[in-house]
């Protein structure tokens, strides 16, 4: 099917922005709408200009036979300030403490909009990582780790308390839990990440890190290295934190329970 030159820029851009981190060959696109590639080259240049206008984010182009396009997504720091301000007032709602002090979280991490959308800031944070693998901590962080790999084009990889019979053989660590100072076992995996990888770590709340520690450990047992941490929210508390190197969207510095009152602001991603 012929495309008039608005049809292809509309479905390029759908297509680009539907496949993130993925190079493009020219000739897919000379294929697909039955046009020159010197027609695709302005196409392009228009659909560049519009995302950098936009600052939605950016194409990059490799020269060659085997070169094309790839759409970087990007997000800007004053669209994501606005969006962790907005989340940081969600998360100041009092009903969401629960006794003993925890917080209730699967509203966000439930909402599929602000789950897309944290997985774009996170993308944009790590867009020039090298990114091979994004791996979390089974159950709550799988929704945000995959929001983060689909901007990111990689595999994600899920590591688990209990072995289940359906993944195979697997390597399993000891780690300390940070909060609770007990012996905990997490393992992923032989087939889930391939050894050499540069992983990104993601997680939904942080209190002393030793979840997050014992991934590290997981990741350097597959012969890996992190090449990031990302937490959605981090709870600030006496105890040093084991993990020094993170980046975190928004950080709880105050919960009261007999007062109903939570203090968040944003955290340390800028």
């Known amino acids: 099917m012929k495309f008039r030159r608005s049809g292809r820029l509309v479905d390029m851009t759908h297509y680009l922005m539907d496949n993130p981190h993925r190079q493009v060959p020219l000739t897919y696109f000379s294929e697909r709408y039955h046009a020159a590639k010197s027609s695709i080259s302005e196409d392009l240049s228009i659909v560049k200009e519009m995302f950098e206008a936009k600052q939605i984010g950016t194409l990059e182009t490799a ?63 790590y867009r020039d990582g090298e990114v091979d693998a994004v791996m979390t901590m089974a159950t709550k962080g799988i929704p945000l780790a995959y929001a983060v790999a689909a901007q990111l084009n990689v595999p994600v990889s899920i590591v688990r308390h209990e072995h289940r019979i359906t993944e195979g053989s697997i390597v399993s660590i000891n780690y300390v839990s940070g909060s609770k100072k007990r012996i905990q076992t997490m393992s992923l995996a032989r087939r889930s990440l391939k050894p050499q990888s540069n992983v990104l770590i993601i997680d939904d709340f942080m209190k002393a890190g030793g979840t997050i520690r014992g991934m590290m450990e997981l990741v350097s047992e597959f012969q890996s290295t992190v090449a990031g941490i990302g937490v959605l929210t981090e709870a600030i508390h006496d105890e040093e934190p084991l993990v020094d190197d993170y980046v975190s969207l928004t950080k709880i510095s105050q919960v009261n329970a007999k007062e109903k009152t939570i203090k968040a602001e944003i955290g340390n991603i800028f």
Not at 70 to 77: C, G, L, N, S
Not at 89 to 109: A, K, N, Q
């Open 63 to 125: 020269a060659g036979a085997t070169g094309g396009v790839t759409f970087i997504p990007r997000v800007d720091k004053s669209e994501a300030t606005t969006f962790l301000n907005g989340l940081c007032e969600r998360l100041e709602d009092p009903e969401r403490i629960l006794p003993g002090g925890y917080l209730y979280m699967m509203d966000i991490i439930g909402d599929p909009s602000l789950v897309q959308s944290i997985g774009r800031i996170f993308a944009s944070r």
